[in-house]
């Protein structure tokens, strides 16, 4: 397994020095990626739960990767129906180009109904645009003339170099527990990307539901790459209630051991649920994924101590 890292992007104390220390602490640790979170509008039901100010994704990826040298980087997750797909076709193949072919391309179809209505986006549309969407990124990625006519955008022939350096393109995490999501990652992704779910869930729902949607489409099973709370206690919690990520350091190494066994090829971790309103870089947070670095994971042989 891969481990990663979701800096926070938002939120009172957030700014350059704090982004930049984040990404650089994740490589120098050993983490092998870094994530961010997306929006475009921080409306008030955006800015209850990811306060202003709200760095750009793919700006903060770009500049993050003339700073870093080894970590993948990507999205956690872009909101596809936010932007045309040609415009975020576009981005995505240049970052994954310009940092070497180490981009990730996290996608989800969005929550925030009052930000959806500020970027004069159907709400109610939301999902059958994502999957539109995705449609026409994947093709743009691949292919050097492409063009389009669906439900919500169309186009001629556009012209789509350059290209990004992964082939065929940078993976695709699609993100979300719900069965359209679930549908939609095995449609269109490499992984699929859930977050915050409990393990049992994941162990006796999840996977099992993700395995049948790939039979009925005649697809691979997509990989797994779940984001997932961290939070270390000197105690140990109650196994039923808690989260996976969450409890002492030997509940979470068990947790990866789950996780492991269920295939998981990425985990990424999230200091976010502990802080709804966001404060940028933490010291305790810091402190945490030292502890989970050093006493944990192997980042070196990328396994489990």
Request: hydrophobic share 40%; proline share 7%.
């Amino acid at each position: 397994m891969k481990f990663g890292i979701n800096i926070l992007n938002f939120g009172l104390g957030t700014d350059a020095s704090a982004l930049r220390r984040w990404a650089l602490t994740a490589e120098s640790l050993g983490y092998h990626f870094v994530m961010v979170s997306d929006h475009v509008a921080v409306t008030n039901d955006v800015n209850e739960h990811y306060p202003a100010p709200f760095y750009e994704p793919f700006v903060t990826l770009a500049w993050l990767a003339g700073i870093t040298e080894k970590v993948e980087l990507g999205t956690t997750v872009t909101v596809l129906p936010y932007r045309h797909p040609l415009q975020t076709a576009r981005m995505v193949a240049n970052l994954d180009q310009l940092s070497g072919g180490r981009f990730i391309f996290g996608v989800g179809a969005g929550w925030a109904k009052q930000e959806f209505e500020a970027l004069q986006v159907p709400f109610e549309h939301r999902g059958a645009i994502t999957d539109e969407y995705l449609s026409v990124i994947r093709d743009a990625l691949t292919k050097e003339v492409v063009s389009g006519k669906g439900s919500f955008v169309s186009f001629p022939d556009v012209h789509t170099a350059p290209m990004p350096t992964r082939s065929p393109h940078p993976p695709i995490w699609v993100g979300g527990s719900s069965e359209p999501a679930m549908r939609r990652a095995v449609r269109y992704g490499d992984a699929w990307h859930p977050i915050h779910s409990q393990m049992a869930w994941l162990r006796d729902k999840g996977i099992p539901r993700l395995w049948q949607f790939a039979d009925a489409e005649h697809k691979r099973v997509p990989s797994f790459c779940p984001r997932i709370d961290l939070q270390i206690t000197k105690k140990p919690l109650d196994d039923e209630m808690r989260l996976p990520g969450k409890g002492t350091l030997d509940q979470i190494r068990e947790d990866l051991d789950d996780l492991k066994s269920l295939d998981a090829e990425y985990v990424l971790f999230d200091t976010y649920p502990g802080n709804p309103r966001g404060r940028g870089t933490s010291e305790s947070d810091l402190v945490m994924f030292k502890a989970l670095a050093d006493r944990v994971l192997d980042l070196e042989h990328q396994s489990l101590r």
